[in-house]
């Protein structure tokens, strides 16, 4: 059954047809993912004061309900260092269309891994995990799995990715900590499966794991059209 706090979500951003990422993130955190510190700010002066309560450098994103694709309106800075560059961030999303505030986070470190879920017709719930980041287009390398997912689906995902030995520690690089890599890609199954009805996909990019964490950085679900 759906936990009402995250239908409640659902339910609220069907009039855009996709969810807002603070509120994606909030799905995140009720599943039981983990997630960045964050904070949802609509003025400058709240952004500063969440920039200095977990410490600076930041990562600032634009919230619009018309901004699905941030990339594409350079609605992402990362490396904020200070108050000024935080200010000029805010003020240059503000001029994006449909601003509704910036969302502020802490920034984390690891290596990029892509983790997405698309409801198949004829096979149901689809789970992805790849290599992520902004070339996963280019270098397609993922693995898919229907969900839900046991371990041994987990494993078999992971050990097929050609990068593999990214994850494993390279040239001197400390390997991630799978034991956590398979218990996101364990808990996002149930949360797909959750939310089969009402969502039709999610992507999880990038989702930055390192030797103690695997977080969700970025993330957009799109959610089924009415009467679908």
């Keep these: 059954m759906l936990r009402r706090e995250i239908a409640e979500i659902l339910e609220a951003s069907k009039p855009h047809g996709w969810v807002l990422e603070p509120e994606a993130k909030r799905i995140f955190s009720l599943a039981g993912l983990d997630i960045p510190k964050f904070r949802w700010a609509k003025e400058p002066e709240e952004a500063i004061r969440f920039a200095r309560e977990i410490g600076y450098p930041v990562v600032a ?8 694709h941030k990339s594409e309106y350079r609605g992402v800075q990362v490396g904020i260092d200070g108050d000024k560059k ?5 003020d240059r999303f503000r001029r994006i269309d449909g601003f509704s ?11 990029e891994l892509i983790v997405g879920s698309k409801t198949d017709d004829q096979f149901g719930p689809v789970v992805l995990l790849g290599m992520g980041g902004t070339a996963v287009e280019i ?4 693995s898919l799995r229907m969900a839900p997912l046991s371990d041994k689906d987990v494993d078999r995902m992971i050990d097929c990715l050609k990068a593999r030995r990214l994850l494993e520690g390279y040239r001197g690089s400390a390997p991630i900590d799978r034991v956590k890599l398979v218990s996101l890609l364990n808990t996002f199954s149930e949360m797909v499966m959750e939310t089969e ?12 794991c390192s030797s103690t964490r695997c977080v969700v950085a970025d993330a957009r679900i799109l959610l089924k059209k009415t009467g679908t």
């Design 86 to 90: 935080l200010v000029e961030t805010f």
């Design 197 to 208: 009805r009402e969502v039709e996909s999610i992507d999880l990019n990038p989702v930055l």
């Design 61 to 68: 994103k634009i919230v619009s309900p018309k901004v699905i």
């Design 139 to 142: 270098y397609r390398d993922v």
């Design 101 to 111: 505030g910036v969302l502020v986070e802490e920034m984390i470190s690891g290596v």
